[in-house]
């Protein structure tokens, strides 16, 4: 007990960097607390003390503002960062090492009793502020999930997902024994960043080709005045005009 507990602080002080001693970690971490009352939670629920094991998760979120049912799974060294707003649902399991912060859902879109409604964290995933989590599929090992992402399908493991519903935009395994604090990546591939960049450079590409087809006394002479047509690109007055012309 007391040397999980030393590799829990352990795994918080390796994590955190604004954690700066075993005494603040053991006393000023709610996500710590809550592993705690929920081990004894689940200890209750396992020997068929229901109401007594919810009653013990009710007692942990009041106190720590984190919802675990008594009946998820909650692996080693799983640090709850700031803590606040997670709900942690009943078939949830989290695996070793994953790191969660203020905010997240591992929660299910169905109703069905005793099926398997929410997600399985693999070992070392880390699900960033806000993110949701919904149904009962696998995040693979080392996975990340963005800041506010919704996530409603399977994830393979290293693989970075972001957004609403979750996209994946980096699928790595290579990169998946890194961890990210707060699963900020900043070398991303967003692919929606990338077509609006591939737009920019199609338009400008554009304008160069008009303006070189154009002689410069066409351009000169024929291009609609900025008085008419108030953009600063002298580009887009070119190819009006040429339309016009045309
Ligand atoms: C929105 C919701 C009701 C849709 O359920 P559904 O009809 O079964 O939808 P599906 O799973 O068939 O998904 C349909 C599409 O919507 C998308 N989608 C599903 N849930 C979404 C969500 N929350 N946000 C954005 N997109 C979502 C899916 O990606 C899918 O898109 P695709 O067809 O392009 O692949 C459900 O996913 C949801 O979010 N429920 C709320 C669950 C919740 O808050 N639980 C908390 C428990 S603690």
Redesign the pocket.
């Known amino acids: 007990m007391f040397r999980t507990l030393r590799s829990d602080i352990a795994c918080i002080l390796e994590r955190d960097p604004a954690a700066r001693g075993t005494l603040e970690v053991l006393f000023c971490y709610p996500g710590l607390h809550a592993i705690y009352i929920h081990k004894l939670a689940r200890w209750l629920w396992l020997r068929r003390l229901y109401w007594l094991g919810r009653f013990t998760s009710h007692v942990g979120r009041f106190l720590t503002g984190i919802e675990i049912h008594p009946c998820a799974r909650i692996g080693s060294c799983v640090f709850i960062d700031h803590g606040m707003g997670v709900?942690i649902?009943e078939t949830a399991e989290v695996g070793d090492g994953c790191t969660i912060y203020q905010g997240v859902?591992l929660?299910?879109?169905s109703l069905y009793r005793g099926t398997k409604r929410h997600p399985t964290l693999a070992a070392g995933v880390v699900v960033g502020a806000g993110a949701?989590v919904?149904?009962g599929f696998t995040v693979g090992e080392g996975a990340r999930v963005g800041s506010n992402a919704?996530v409603?399908?399977e994830v393979p493991a290293g693989a970075t997902v972001v957004g609403?519903?979750g996209r994946i935009v980096e699928d790595q395994g290579a990169k998946s024994e890194r961890f990210n604090a707060y699963a900020v990546v900043l070398e991303h591939d967003d692919p929606y960043a990338k077509a609006i960049q591939q737009l920019v450079e199609h338009s400008q590409e554009l304008e160069r080709t008009l303006a070189s087809g154009l002689s410069n006394k066409t351009v000169v002479t024929c291009c609609i005045p900025k008085v008419l047509c108030p953009t600063k690109s002298v580009g887009f007055r070119v190819y009006l005009t040429a339309l016009i012309r045309y």
Do not use: E, Q, R, S
């Open positions: 709900v649902g859902t929660g299910g879109t949701k919904l149904g919704v409603v399908k609403i519903p």
